[in-house]
């Protein structure tokens, strides 16, 4: 499986960025999809997340500003983000494991599948 991300830009406070993430490859439909996001000096955290029935998951901070999105025939999950603050800037990957997914992690990439990972930044 690789997972390629893109999308990531440089936004003033209030805007908007859409994040893409194209999967190639198949594990199993037990797989979710998710977005996790590092800032410098803080934990991997979970953003949002996707089954393949397609019920979602956000944490508190991306609830109500996020929305998570797949389109299936183009193996690509997307992460729409609203309303973005200072705070939301961090690089941002993508990531498909089994459930339940970690809320949180010292350093995202580790093991499992990550894609490489796409830099926001808000100011």
């Known amino acids: 499986v690789q997972l390629v991300e893109s999308g990531g830009n440089s936004v003033q406070v209030g805007g908007s960025l859409r994040l893409s993430c194209r999967k190639t490859g198949f594990i199993s439909d037990d797989y979710e999809m998710a977005w996790y996001r590092q800032a410098p000096g803080k934990q991997c955290e979970l953003v949002s997340s996707?089954?393949?029935?397609?019920?979602?998951y956000y944490e508190d901070f991306a609830r109500g500003r996020f929305t998570i999105s797949q389109d299936n025939a183009k193996n690509t999950v997307y992460l729409l983000m609203n309303r973005l603050t200072p705070k939301d800037t961090a690089v941002y990957y993508c990531?498909?494991?089994?459930?339940?997914?970690?809320?949180?992690?010292?350093?995202?990439?580790?093991?499992?599948?990550w894609g490489q990972g796409t830099q926001v930044t808000v100011s």
């Open positions: 996707i089954t393949t029935n397609g019920e979602t």
């Open positions: 990531t498909t494991d089994t459930p339940p997914l970690p809320n949180a992690m010292r350093e995202c990439r580790g093991a499992g599948f």
